[in-house]
């Protein structure tokens, strides 16, 4: 399953889904796809998610596995993009919206 978040502001963002409702949760919301932030929560959810994010570091430093072939992608690299779609609604006192795709 892929999530895509979507808001006027700024570029739609897709992501797999397992991370897509990580980050829900981090943002204090529930896992429910469809679902929509109304503009007035959307600074609380960007809090929450770099909050989350922040104790994510603190809590699991980098460890790589020798063993596998692809280099491990840490939550907080992951999250920059939504984080940066968050902004923008932010800004622009706009709503946010996440479907399945």
Known sequence: ?????STQAYADITMFGN????MLKMMGHSASVPGAIMA????DALHRLRAAIEADKQASP??????????????????LPL???????????????WQRT
Request: proline share 2%; net charge negative; aromatic share 4%.
């Open 40 to 43: 007035e929560d959307v600074v």
């Open 83 to 97: 984080m940066n779609l968050l902004a923008a609604a932010v800004k622009a006192e706009t709503y946010v919206t």
């Open 1 to 5: 399953m892929l999530v895509t978040f």
């Open 62 to 79: 980098q460890v790589k596995d020798m063993d596998a072939d692809e280099p491990v992608v840490s939550m907080a690299h992951r999250a």
């Open 19 to 22: 991370v897509a409702l990580a």
